[in-house]
Nanobody
Framework: QVQLVESGGGLAPPGGSLRLSCVAS????????MVWYRQAPGRECELVAA????????HYGDSVRGRFTISRDNAKNSVYLQMNSLEPEDTAVYYC???????????????????????WGQGTQVTVSS
């Protein structure tokens, strides 16, 4: 079955950096786009970044553009999110996933978004605080 394992979250100071990783299994990773979402307490799910199957096209949400970089390594079935110049507003649980629709708008609750395989990982907590 589809499995997604996110890692790399933690506590970072404002202006700091973190690199999130996601290892996927159970589907043809190199054939699917990948997406990073985030969910902050009391806030709606946000699509943070997306990347096409071959990595040739990327998209960023307005709030992270210029600070975050999405990348992937198809040989390792992995997708990454390099987060620089972190802000307290970046505090959230971050999830990776795949889909068959480019930039499908997420539901208010990330986990209710009807993505292609319907599976979600545990997410990784990012906390930005001094």
């Amino acid at each position: 079955q589809v499995q997604l394992v996110e890692s790399g979250g933690g506590l970072a100071p404002p202006g700091g950096s973190l690199r999130l990783s996601c290892v996927a299994s159970g589907f043809a990773f190199s054939s699917f786009l990948m997406v990073w979402y985030r969910q902050a307490p009391g806030r709606e799910c946000e699509l943070v970044a997306a990347i096409t199957s071959n990595g040739g096209v990327t998209h960023y949400g307005d709030s992270v553009r210029g600070r975050f970089t999405i990348s992937r390594d198809n040989a390792k079935n992995s997708v990454y999110l390099q987060m620089n110049s972190l802000e307290p507003e970046d505090t959230a649980v971050y999830y990776c996933n795949t889909d068959d629709i480019w930039l499908r708008p997420p539901q208010a609750n990330c986990l209710m978004t009807p993505i292609i395989f319907g599976s979600w990982g545990q997410g990784t907590q990012v906390t930005v605080s001094s």
